[in-house]
Every structure is written in structure tokens, then in C-alpha cells.
């Protein structure tokens, strides 16, 4: 093991942190981020300090690696706030509020609506029974269910 590490240069580190950081940019995840970051700044630390004995570059490398992740993670900055964006991804739920026409005539509560250019089917809340190019108000989904009333 010790044959291994003897031959590690600050370039083999560069190496290493900038294929984690391309790793990274293709997946997004940032989980690959900040070892990356540790990766450049352990070889630029070998570069600095030839001396330094490889087993704490590897140790020096392991522990920011996780001590930045998690910290990372755990500040206001890596941790996105779903509260701000509570529809994202949850496409149905952005219509809420929105005047959509009735496509055709409701069986009883359920129905079809067109909102832009897209059918969804609908069940009203109210107990009416719109008719085809009636008005109404989309008020919540139930995932591709849009609830509806009477505009």
C-alpha cells in the first residue's frame, strides 16, 4: 500500500478533482462537489509542501471531503427550500386558480377541461355539471385530476 501512495504527485490530485468536478456537472447532485474541491486543494497542499507524507494527504482529503459536504448540506445554501417552490414539479398544481373551458359536457361531476392546449379530466367540487365551453375554476388537482367549480 505504502508503494502506491509514494508515487502520488499534486498533479495525480488534479487529476482526481477535476474529473470529480466533471462527474459532477454531468449529475448535478453536488454530493460530488466538495470532494472534488478537496481533491485540487490536497494536491495544491503536495505542491506546496512536498514533504508531506501521502497518508495524510489521503487523510486530509477524506476529512474535508465529508466535513465540507456535510456541512455543506446542512447550511441554508445547500439545503433548497421547497417552501419557496411548493408546486415545482407538480405541474397540475400550478393551475390552481386558473379559468379553463370545459371540453365537452360533464357526466354528472366528471369531465374534461382544456387548459393552454392540453385535455385533462376533471371532477367538480361544487356539484355542478358544466357544459361543453362553460367556464370554470380550477381550485386544486388530485394528481391528474383537476378539481374545478362553477366560474
Known amino acids: 500500500m505504502d508503494s502506491i501512495l509514494t508515487g502520488i504527485e499534486p498533479w ?4 482526481l478533482g477535476a474529473i470529480l468536478l466533471g462527474v459532477e456537472i454531468l449529475s448535478t447532485t453536488t454530493y460530488l462537489l466538495w470532494p472534488g474541491i478537496a481533491a485540487l486543494l490536497v494536491g495544491a497542499l503536495n505542491f506546496l509542501m512536498p514533504s508531506l507524507d501521502p497518508r495524510w494527504s489521503v487523510f486530509l482529503f477524506a476529512v474535508v471531503s465529508v466535513v465540507a459536504t456535510v456541512v455543506w448540506k446542512r447550511s441554508p445554501w445547500g439545503n433548497a427550500d421547497r417552501a419557496t417552490h411548493s408546486t415545482l414539479n407538480e ?45 370554470v375554476i380550477v381550485v386544486g388537482a388530485d394528481g391528474a385530476l383537476l378539481k374545478v367549480k362553477a366560474a
Open 91 to 135: 405541474r397540475s398544481a400550478q393551475y390552481a386558480g386558473r379559468r379553463v373551458v370545459a371540453m365537452d359536457d360533464f357526466d354528472g361531476s366528471t369531465g374534461a377541461v382544456l387548459v393552454d392546449d392540453t385535455r385533462w379530466n376533471a371532477v367538480t367540487v361544487d356539484g355542478s355539471a358544466p357544459h361543453k365551453g362553460d367556464h
Open 12 to 15: 495525480h490530485w488534479w487529476a
